[in-house]
């Protein structure tokens, strides 16, 4: 059930419960009303609040408290001097005022469990309560449905039902619209998803750079990337993804090639990997460290031979989803890593090497675009028996021009923990993470690695160590460290044979 059929649902209940010919149902009345429109708009319009700080707590609350006690006392003092028949009893007058001071108080008890369990106070989320609980307050008190010619609680009720009847016609027509053009299927008819669409696009169109800011931030892509403005750019021609992936399946295989000794490149890129990885913590000591990455020689080895087992696509994808904002060496890049798109039944790629794919991601990584993929490979031992691969590709271009390609990139991937991620090229190992907190606009993800080159049976290190760190947000960019070390990995440290 998306948005859209809860609008609907809620409507129809509270269509319902207005038109019930009791007399404390009408007294009910605005409470109904009230919760109704709050609800709708938390369901169907897309909604944040940025409001980071105790000071926007007492921004809101502090007129906010004042005008609750003042109309309180007003009202009490009010029925005390004039009170007929047909005047509500003073619990539904003051309904609206014991919600609002109930929601306060229940904001106060979150704080204190908050410092009380040690966690940072979220005070976006806490301060989002605070305006919908005075927005509820202040709906009820100004009762904007006073100005309407409505006669009756029956009239209401009409209204609410062919407002709920309009929903479910427009909630129809979006479904069939996203049923033959979205690619994901699961919310086709989110209004939600529409808002998305409509805030990317008006954030774009009239510069409104703070709402697209705030976008980028609180919204997680839950809609397929040809729904939404391409910026950056978005290929759609899948030559480029197979021809890739049969160059990034050659690069593998190369790896696995036995010298005249019987040692592989492989061999040597994962012991590599576990000296830079132990060599690095001290180099790391004011950065991002690597102690996070827990791996041996062996597991790495595995996996570049394939995994037996199906890769946990989410698991290693998932946290990376989204825009990051970082600087690689001295230029500021825009990644962004667009959702995953899986495919049942799997599909065969085009090509030399037997290959079937059963997930891809598209990603821009500033000065380029690139495709990551989980392919299963018939397994060298046995043609009979497949393995899981991550295999991916990066086509360099100029200016974001995708026809001005400068230069091809294949890379495999291997997975060593949630959000965790280890990328090899003909050249360059990169070891990347996902940090995160339970604010995920303070998620930050680390990239750190080394330039390499095999000469002689011998891995040695061709330039600085480095490190990028990049942020949700685009005014948090973190500067691009390097560090000297040495690096020499030969055959005779390799312990396989």
């Known amino acids: 059930m998306d948005c859209c059929d809860g609008s609907v649902i809620l409507l129809l209940i509270a269509s319902c419960a207005v038109s019930i010919r009791f007399r404390m149902f009408r007294f009910l009345t605005p409470l109904i009303l009230s ?23 007492f921004v809101l609350w502090g007129p906010g408290l004042s005008l609750i006690i003042y109309s309180t006392y007003k009202k009490i003092k009010g029925m005390a001097i004039e009170h007929t028949g047909d005047y509500p009893p003073l619990i539904f007058v003051l309904a609206g005022h014991g919600i609002a001071l109930a929601g306060f ?65 427009l909630r129809g027509g979006m479904w069939c619209y996203g049923l033959f053009n979205a690619s994901v299927k699961e ?29 980028d931030q609180y919204w997680r892509y839950i809609v397929h990337p040809l729904m939404v403005k391409q910026e950056p750019p978005f290929v759609r021609n899948e030559a480029f993804l197979w021809d890739g992936l049969q160059k990034a399946e050659d690069f593998r295989q190369s790896l696995l090639v036995p010298d005249e000794n019987g040692f592989t490149r492989a061999e040597l890129i994962a012991m590599a990997i576990v000296e830079f990885k132990n060599s690095a913590e001290m180099l790391l000591e004011d950065h991002v460290s690597l102690k996070r990455f827990k791996f041996d020689a062996y597991d790495l080895l ?44 799997v599909l065969t790629i085009p090509g030399e090497n037997s290959m079937q794919l059963r997930m891809r991601q598209y990603c821009w990584i500033g000065d380029g675009f690139g495709w990551n993929a989980i392919a299963s490979i018939p397994s060298a031992a046995d043609a009979n028996k497949t393995k899981e691969n991550i295999l991916g590709i990066v086509y360099h271009v100029k200016d974001k021009k995708v026809d001005s390609i400068t230069g091809i990139r294949p890379h495999i991937g291997l997975v060593v923990g949630y959000g965790q991620l280890i990328w090899i090229t003909d050249g360059e190992i990169f070891l990347e993470e996902v940090i995160t907190y339970k604010n995920k606009s303070h998620n930050y993800y680390a990239i750190t690695g080394f330039n390499y080159i095999i000469d002689n049976n011998t891995l040695m290190n061709n330039g600085d160590l480095f490190q990028a760190v990049y942020s949700r947000l685009a005014k948090n960019r973190t500067a691009f460290f390097k560090s000297n070390f040495k690096l020499s990995i030969s055959v005779d440290a390799v312990p396989y044979n």
């Not at 008890?109 to 305006?131: C, E, F, H, M, T």
Request: net charge neutral; with cysteine.
């Open 35 to 57: 919760g109704v429109i709050i609800a709708e708009a938390l369901i169907n319009i897309p909604f944040f609040v940025s409001m980071v700080g105790a000071k926007w707590l």
């Open 105 to 169: 108080f229940s904001i106060l008890l979150l704080i204190y469990q908050q410092v009380k369990s040690g966690q940072a106070i979220d005070w976006p989320r806490i301060n989002a309560y605070g305006v919908v609980v005075l927005s509820f307050y202040l709906l009820f008190e100004i009762a904007p449905w006073r100005l309407l010619p409505i006669r009756s609680p029956k009239d209401i009720a009409c209204i609410l039902l062919l407002v709920a009847v309009g929903l479910f016609v």
């Open 187 to 215: 919310r086709p008819g989110s209004f939600r998803l529409k808002g998305l669409i409509y805030s990317e696009e008006l954030a774009s169109g009239w510069r409104f750079n703070r709402l697209k800011e705030l976008t």
């Open 302 to 345: 595995e996996q570049i031979n394939g995994n037996e087992f199906e890769i946990d696509s989410k698991g290693a994808f998932d946290e990376f989803i989204g825009r990051w904002y970082g600087i690689w060496d001295k230029s500021p890049v825009n990644h962004h890593w667009r959702p995953l798109e899986y495919f049942e039944p």
